[in-house]
């Protein structure tokens, strides 16, 4: 029987997930894999550099147990589960009907249910086991529909791979009020620079906000929009405009252009 009281502080732990920011969480040295800031489309986090098992499973078991740490420098006990999962389809790196994940124990544990199904995000270690950590892109099956669109798609998909996303310009300053939005309009027109290791590519926004270019070869890519001055925050703030593209991947970009801001001064609100 899974024990009730680990469930509940690992499903405390998501929640808090999702309210507070990644760096308030977990200081540096316990921070989990994976960047918990976003939600990646599929076809970007199933190529994350922490990720080498993508698979659909229902779970047949699970063991617990606690594991010490010492957090913030007072020592703790974490919740840790082997979970064991009968494999219905795989996607990357696994093969065989049985798959054995390993979460938690460091503060980044998925809470995993007996008897659910669930796309799976992990990491190969060394045990032959897979580790999951909550900033994966793990998900019950039933939130996973984009993505299993996306995974089975694979085997016949073209070759090359994506960048998109969205680029919009402020029309108003910071609002000094608690949880006030800024209003802003879509950057039609303006140029996406996707500079790769040998060619240098150009896309335009288009009127409503968005930006494609398909086909671009496997590789690492530094993604740009350029301004006259303006400053330019990306969403969310610190995402590296340098990502590691693969074949039949993608990688996703934000930008708000901010005129009324000075450069290098704080992170404007959404």
């Given at each position: 029987m899974v024990n009730s009281c680990a469930m509940l502080r690992g499903l405390v732990f998501a929640l808090a997930m999702s309210t507070y920011c990644y760096s308030q969480i977990h200081p540096p040295d316990h921070s989990c894999e994976g960047d918990c800031r976003?939600?990646?489309?599929?076809?970007?986090?199933?190529?994350?550099?922490?990720?080498?098992?993508?698979?659909?499973?229902?779970?047949t078991d699970i063991r617990e147990e606690d594991i010490p740490i010492v957090p913030h420098e007072k020592?703790?006990?974490?919740?840790?589960?082997?979970?064991?999962?009968?494999?219905?389809?795989?996607f990357i790196g696994v093969?065989?009907?049985?798959?054995?994940?390993?979460?938690?124990?460091?503060?980044?544990?998925?809470?995993f249910s007996k008897g659910r199904e669930y796309l799976v995000y992990g990491r190969h270690v060394g045990t032959g086991e897979i580790y999951v950590s909550v900033c994966s892109s793990t998900k019950w099956k039933k939130e996973a529909v984009e993505d299993l669109k996306y995974l089975r798609s694979l085997p016949t998909a073209p070759h090359g791979g994506t960048v998109f996303g969205t680029a919009f310009r402020y029309t108003s300053p910071v609002n000094e009020r608690p949880m006030a939005l800024r209003k802003g309009t879509p950057a039609s027109g303006q140029k996406i620079?996707?500079?790769?290791?040998?060619?240098?590519?150009?896309?335009?926004?288009?009127?409503q906000g968005k930006f494609s270019l398909s086909g671009l070869p496997p590789g690492r890519y530094t993604v740009l929009?350029?301004?006259?001055?303006?400053?330019?925050?990306?969403?969310?703030?610190?995402l590296s405009p340098t990502v590691d593209l693969a074949d039949k991947g993608c990688a996703s970009f934000n930008f708000w252009i901010d005129p009324f801001a000075?450069?290098?001064?704080?992170?404007?609100?959404?």
């Amino acid at each position: 029987m899974v024990n009730s009281c680990a469930m509940l502080r690992g499903l405390v732990f998501a929640l808090a997930m999702s309210t507070y920011c990644y760096s308030q969480i977990h200081p540096p040295d316990h921070s989990c894999e994976g960047d918990c800031r976003t939600d990646f489309p599929a076809c970007q986090g199933a190529w994350q550099p922490n990720i080498s098992a993508v698979f659909l499973g229902r779970v047949t078991d699970i063991r617990e147990e606690d594991i010490p740490i010492v957090p913030h420098e007072k020592k703790e006990l974490a919740g840790r589960q082997l979970v064991t999962f009968e494999v219905e389809e795989s996607f990357i790196g696994v093969s065989g009907k049985i798959a054995t994940v390993t979460s938690g124990g460091d503060l980044c544990g998925f809470p995993f249910s007996k008897g659910r199904e669930y796309l799976v995000y992990g990491r190969h270690v060394g045990t032959g086991e897979i580790y999951v950590s909550v900033c994966s892109s793990t998900k019950w099956k039933k939130e996973a529909v984009e993505d299993l669109k996306y995974l089975r798609s694979l085997p016949t998909a073209p070759h090359g791979g994506t960048v998109f996303g969205t680029a919009f310009r402020y029309t108003s300053p910071v609002n000094e009020r608690p949880m006030a939005l800024r209003k802003g309009t879509p950057a039609s027109g303006q140029k996406i620079e996707i500079q790769g290791t040998s060619e240098k590519y150009e896309v335009t926004v288009d009127a409503q906000g968005k930006f494609s270019l398909s086909g671009l070869p496997p590789g690492r890519y530094t993604v740009l929009l350029n301004t006259d001055g303006a400053v330019v925050h990306a969403s969310p703030p610190g995402l590296s405009p340098t990502v590691d593209l693969a074949d039949k991947g993608c990688a996703s970009f934000n930008f708000w252009i901010d005129p009324f801001a000075k450069k290098n001064l704080g992170t404007p609100q959404p």
